[in-house]
């Protein structure tokens, strides 16, 4: 069994910073691809993905103010969103890609979310 646990949300003013986290834990072989995802009424959004190897990928509407990073060790990915807009608003999920054994397959986990409320 494999659990994702996000921290770090809440509500913060325009312009203003935040730091999200998410540990993964539990049966974990090797863990590939994280990665954040939000929603918001309406909207679902692929936010930043990280590879294992820690390559980047970014949505267009965060390039420039957030930035993943990961912790292999820890198998925890990191998200710190700055420059933070009223529209960054959504419920905040982390996911990974994790192998549980060395001979199974690779299965899509998810945590249950984290709210950025991004307001004044």
């Known amino acids: 069994q494999v659990t994702l646990v996000e921290s770090g949300g809440g509500l913060v003013q325009p312009g203003g910073s935040l730091r999200l986290s998410c540990a993964a834990s539990g049966s974990i072989f090797s863990i590939y691809t994280m990665g954040w995802y939000r929603q918001a009424p309406g909207k679902r959004e692929l936010v930043a993905t990280i590879t294992s190897g820690g390559d980047t990928n970014y949505a267009d509407s965060v390039k420039g103010r957030f930035t993943i990073s990961r912790d292999n060790a820890k198998n925890t990915v990191y998200l710190q969103m700055n420059s933070l807009k009223a529209e960054d608003t959504a419920v905040y999920y982390c996911?990974?890609?994790?192998?549980?054994?060395?001979?199974?397959?690779?299965?899509?986990?998810w945590g249950p979310g984290t709210q950025v409320t991004v307001s004044s």
């Open positions: 996911h990974g890609r994790i192998q549980t054994t060395s001979w199974g397959l690779t299965y899509a986990y």
